[in-house]
């Protein structure tokens, strides 16, 4: 076999590698940029049944009944995870209890009140206190059993 032919075939190789990578990458990149933009725009809710606490309505929104609080940020992968969750359970449980979230990076001061060293931090309050502490990702079942120590959902 001539060197030339053995070059060109070795060239052509490597080129339809270098394509093959290429449109691998671009596809991941595409796909990435796809998942972002389908998620809520910072601080934004997509649940209407979650309500969005801050330090001006923190205090009357725990005041009475039983309220699951998440504790997230925006940058927060397990958070993320954790939304459909949150998002299931407050539409599961409407009039039964309250659902709330509290951004971390927009609403520090919260945070620190009730020492939310990592997030997702999912407190449960009665009637104005802290009855249930769970950090970490959580399973559905975990939390709507934490809610029934407190409160009967069925």
């Known amino acids: 076999m001539p060197k ?5 075939k070795y060239s052509q190789l490597n080129l339809n590698t270098m394509k093959a990578r290429y449109l691998f990458i671009t596809t991941v990149c595409l796909f990435t ?5 389908c998620s809520s725009p910072k601080g934004e809710q997509s649940n209407k049944n979650i309500i969005t606490l801050t ?12 309220m699951l609080v998440d504790f997230w940020a925006s940058w927060c992968m397990p958070c993320k995870a954790m939304a459909p969750v949150i998002d299931e359970i407050a539409g599961q449980t409407k009039g039964k209890i309250k659902v709330g979230k509290v951004d971390v990076d927009a ?5 620190n009140r009730y020492r939310v060293q990592g997030i997702p931090n999912f407190l449960i309050f009665k009637d104005g206190q802290v009855v249930e502490n769970m950090v970490g990702i959580q399973s559905k079942e975990a939390l709507i059993q934490a809610l029934e120590r407190h409160i009967k959902l069925q």
Do not use: P, Y
């Open 4 to 8: 030339n032919l053995l070059v060109t």
């Open 55 to 66: 330090q001006d309505n923190f205090d009357s929104e725990i005041q009475s009944g039983v």
């Open 107 to 111: 609403q520090g001061e919260l945070a």
């Open 33 to 37: 940029l796809f998942i972002f933009s």
